[in-house]
């Protein structure tokens, strides 16, 4: 059974999917000012004055981090880091390929080879 971490985690994971409406990792002022009313309508009038107290580097959007530092306010910046590390999608690593990955010289000493009597 998942512990409280990792309900609360998955909890704001899912509250971060309903206000990034569009799903490009951030949310805007308009997607905080949408989900905010649709949650709480009587908080419509603050959204503005929320979103910028959030917004903490002033970029105009909310990352996940400042999002879960306005839903867990007691998080660390480590606890958010972990979140976002475990929350992020990773690319398969690529060490293996690069394992087989051929210089230039390497091609052209094949196809040398290919074309030659003595490769068959």
Sequence with gaps: MPGPNSILEWKVKVLWDQYD????GFVDLQEFTT???????????????????????NDGVLSFAEFFKMEVPYASMKDIEAVIDKNTYKPPSTELEDKFKMSIEEIEECMALSTSDSFF
Excluded: E, I
């Design 21 to 24: 409406a569009n799903q490009n």
């Design 35 to 57: 989900a905010l009313t649709r949650m709480n309508p009587a908080l419509a009038s603050h959204a503005r004055s929320m979103f910028n107290s959030f917004d903490k580097n």
